[in-house]
């Protein structure tokens, strides 16, 4: 089984220009996450989809952020205009569903450089 | 969000003890608690995951969960060089936040050969 796919893998650019990161969750995967880690951090939730709709986007900064997953498949997420504090790896993952039993995988991230 | 405690470490152990590692969480409410290990430069990697009180055995490495305490611990028997990454304590939300994952901010694990 395929894990979850992201790309780019290293981004950099400069502050204020923009960057879009993509996502394939795991084949049937109904929920997918993008999570921010900033180094020496845990990861924190940006949005999470359940199919093509958003479930929780409370903690996505939403004057520079956003996320779409129109066809409840793959997902896209976009900064405009960076910042230098948006330096981190951006991980995409996805699990079956919301239950306290669905775990979630994680792909491989994105790592952005803000200069 | 509520928050999830872990001491940031490092813990080092010599190759084939046992490395303990402890986590507490303030929300009573969570009934689902994750251990993912994350290597330098890599993404997080699930290992173990308990929904009940008690422990939780998976070859080398035991889960155990006390609600009443609020804590989740992972033991990691016969400590390999190989084992040497961050371990991230993470519990599912909760309500409006069910199905995310809040995460602590992991404890630096190195075994010394």
């Known amino acids: 089984e395929a894990g979850v796919a992201q790309s780019p893998r290293y981004k950099i650019i400069e502050k204020r220009q923009s960057v879009a990161f993509w996502c394939n969750p795991i084949s049937g995967h109904a929920t997918l996450y993008w999570y921010q880690q900033i180094l020496g951090q845990g990861p924190k939730l940006l949005i999470q989809f359940q199919n093509n709709g958003v479930v929780d986007d409370s903690q996505l900064p939403k004057d520079r952020f956003s996320a779409e997953r129109l066809k409840g498949v793959d997902s896209t997420l976009k900064i405009q205009p960076a910042k230098l504090e948006d330096s981190a790896v951006y991980l995409c993952?996805?699990?079956?569903?919301?239950?306290?039993?669905?775990?979630?995988?994680f792909g491989p991230g994105t790592r952005l450089t803000v200069l | 969000q509520k928050e999830v405690e872990q001491n940031s470490g490092p813990l080092s152990v010599p190759e084939g003890a046992i490395a303990s590692l402890n986590c507490t969480y303030s929300?009573?409410?969570?009934?689902?608690f994750f251990w993912y290990r994350q290597y330098s430069g890599k993404s997080p990697e699930l290992i173990m995951s308990?929904?009940?009180?008690g422990d939780k055995e998976d070859g080398r490495f035991t889960a155990q969960l006390n609600k009443a305490s609020q804590y989740v611990s992972l033991l990691i028997r016969d400590s390999q060089p190989s084992d040497s990454a961050t371990y991230l304590c993470?519990?599912?939300?909760?309500?409006?936040?069910?199905?995310?994952?809040?995460f602590g901010k992991g404890t630096k694990l190195s075994v010394k050969p």
């Open positions: 993952a996805s699990s079956l569903g919301t239950g306290r039993n669905n775990e979630q995988f």
């Open positions: 993470a519990r599912k939300g909760v309500g409006g936040s069910q199905g995310n994952l809040i």
């Open positions: 929300d009573r409410v969570s009934q689902s």
């Open positions: 308990i929904y009940s009180n």
